[in-house]
């Protein structure tokens, strides 16, 4: 399992003092749309110059028509940025449009497909999409694998079934880690790290708990302590 930190913080010297901090950690950074929106590709370059070796997730959630969809995922490629996301329900046109058209990349970034939103409970989630989380997360997992993507983002709840359902190797990349069973905020499925590696989570992705933590640095030893046992 790898750790991704959520850079969420509200400026971008806030973000680059922690990335600065854990610049000795195999960790993977997360750009998401608060750091992107306001610090742009500047950041990424930021981030790169920090430790040239840091993997970046831009966790911009891509959800439009597919050619334009597909213009924002060469883009993205461009960046060199080494994992993105888009949204399942795009649909299988989009999917397949944007892998197309990454085709042409030698080391093109993974691609992973957002099924159910860690911060949706069951009765939330059914009210915009009429089935179960767990129907519907394998459901979109499944289009997603067919289509050639690299995994998903689901909560560690769905982890196991989708690789059931996909394969061993299909990625998931699961929000609303709280490591040490810490507060859970907006976020409605929450894990400890313990059972995320049960769930067989590849990504295990954390922002609060670490960047509201008096001591982040200590709070990623810790982290990273616990998942070498795994
Ligand atoms: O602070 P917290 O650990 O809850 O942060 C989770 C991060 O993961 C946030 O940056 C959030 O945008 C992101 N995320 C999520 N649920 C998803 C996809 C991304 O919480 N399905």
Redesign the pocket.
Known sequence: MELCV?L?LPSAKENLALAESLKSYNVWM?V??RAYIRDGKAFIEDLKAINPDFKIFL?L?LYDIPNTMADAAEEIAKLGVNMFNIHASAGSVAMKTVMERLSSYENRPLVLA?TA???FDEINFQAVYEKSINEKAEQFAKMSYEYGLDGV?CSTFESRVIKQATSETFLTLC???RPFGEDA?D?QRVATLELANTEDVDYS?????IYKDPDPQAKVEDILEVIATF
Request: charged share 25%; proline share 9%.
């Open positions: 959520a969420d997360k998401g749309f966790d959630k957002v939103l860690t911060s983002v929000p609303g880690i905020g976020q992705v954390v922002g609060r708990p």
